[in-house]
Every structure is written in structure tokens, then in C-alpha cells.
């Protein structure tokens, strides 16, 4: 099972791209790495997924150098807003002999005006 | 929206009585889980289904068991509920076996006194 490190929390100002970093040193080939953002009584919602190089979608950047034992998720020109708590997750698929992912403690942001 | 309900949204029981969350989905999906997330440990998976009457354990499945009867329908039970068992319960489906993109329900939040 893959653990991840990430910050315990980060402050950035309006207008800024925030960078976020896990750390996965015991990732496996079969793993993907996924990122998600919860806000406050709410459930965690699913930002971005990758397995290798770079992934971009509407919200966020996710990118993953050859060695795949990190990963950084970058949000551009943060608002308001994006203040959540942010989880880097490494996992398999269930049902393959491989124990599912596990969310760790996360990130908390904290975005200043 | 992932079709997720849970239910009840909020209890309060006592201490020695059995409970039963309810995680009902209406997009058929295969991988339903159920986490508990208190504040300093983030999310943990207590229990996951990859299919009508298969489940298997988490991380701190101790204290709960589940069942799945229907596709739809995730239940989670405290046979004896305990202090410790107070906490903010997700329940998440996974639109896509091969990965983890993870949708998750609104939570329950449990007070055990």
C-alpha cells in the first residue's frame, strides 16, 4: 500500500497559482494517483486523476515526473473559494488482491484576500 | 450529481444500541464504500462493496459490519454503537472499476452518547 505525504497546510493570496506536493516513494505500476478537495460538511469531490507526465482538467494540473514517486497538483489563480482541504491518494482497483486507497489527513489551504 | 443519498443525515443514539446507515445510489454502479472521518485523521474506509453481496474491510472496520442485497443499496450497521463510533459517515460509489474516481454522499453525521 502506497502511503502519500503531503503538507499539513498552505497559505496563498487571491490571484496566486498554488502548488502541491505529495510524496508516494512506494507507488506501485498498477497505481493511479488522484486528487480531491473537500469543503467543510461536505463529502470529497473528485478533482483530478493521473498515472504518468501531465493531466489537465478545467480546475487543476496534475503533474507527474518519470519516477512517479511524487506528484504535484497545481490550482491557477486560486480564489476565496478553492480554501478546502485537499487529499492525494495512490491506489489500485478493489477486488485485485490489493487493498484499496486511503485518504490521509490532507492539505488544508487557506486562501487570504 | 452521482445519484447518492444517505440516510438518516443526522442521529443521536445511545450508547449499546444498534444502528444502521442507509447509502442508496440510482446509477447502478458497481464499487460502493463506506468512511468515517473525524477531525485529525482525515477519512478512513471502514468497509467496501465490489458487488451485489461482496464486501470486504477496511481500515477500521472494527465495530461495523455491512451489507449489500441490492446494487442500490449500501448498509452500514453499528451492532452495539460506542462513543468512539461518534463521527461524520461518507459513503461513496465508483462510476469506473478501473480507476478511482470516487463520488461521495452528503454524510451522517452520529453522536453517540
Known amino acids: 500500500l502506497a502511503k502519500t505525504t503531503q503538507p499539513i497546510s498552505m497559505d496563498s493570496y487571491e490571484g496566486q497559482e498554488v502548488n502541491i506536493t505529495c510524496s508516494h516513494n512506494?507507488?506501485?505500476?498498477?497505481?493511479?494517483i488522484t486528487w480531491y478537495q473537500q469543503f467543510p460538511s461536505q463529502g470529497p469531490r473528485f478533482i483530478i486523476q493521473?498515472?504518468?507526465t501531465k493531466v489537465t482538467n478545467e480546475v487543476a494540473s496534475l503533474f507527474i515526473p518519470a519516477d512517479r514517486k511524487s506528484s504535484t497538483l497545481s490550482l491557477p489563480r486560486v480564489s476565496l473559494s478553492d480554501t478546502a482541504v485537499y487529499y492525494c491518494?495512490?491506489?489500485?482497483?478493489?477486488?485485485?488482491?490489493?487493498?484499496?486507497?486511503?485518504f490521509g489527513k490532507g492539505t488544508r489551504l487557506s486562501v487570504i484576500a | 450529481d452521482a445519484g447518492i443519498t444517505q440516510s438518516p443525515r443526522h442521529k443521536v443514539t445511545e450508547t449499546g444500541t444498534p444502528v444502521t446507515l442507509r447509502c442508496h445510489q440510482t446509477?447502478?454502479?458497481?464499487?460502493m464504500y463506506w468512511y468515517r472521518q473525524d477531525p485529525g485523521h482525515g477519512l478512513r474506509l471502514i468497509h467496501y462493496?465490489?458487488?451485489?453481496?461482496?464486501?470486504d474491510k477496511g481500515e477500521v472496520s472494527d465495530g461495523y459490519s455491512v451489507s449489500r442485497s441490492k446494487t442500490e443499496d449500501f448498509l452500514l450497521t453499528l451492532e452495539s454503537a460506542t462513543s468512539s463510533q461518534t463521527s461524520v459517515y461518507f459513503c461513496?460509489?465508483?462510476?469506473?472499476?478501473?480507476?478511482?474516481?470516487?463520488?461521495f454522499g452528503p454524510g451522517t453525521r452520529l453522536t453517540v452518547t
Open positions: 461513496a460509489i465508483s462510476r469506473t472499476g478501473g480507476n478511482y474516481e470516487q463520488y
Open positions: 512506494n507507488i506501485a505500476t498498477n497505481d493511479y
Open positions: 493521473g498515472y504518468k
Open positions: 491518494l495512490v491506489g489500485d482497483m478493489p477486488n485485485s488482491g490489493n487493498t484499496p486507497l486511503v
Open positions: 446509477e447502478n454502479h458497481r464499487y
Open positions: 462493496s465490489y458487488g451485489v453481496k461482496d464486501t
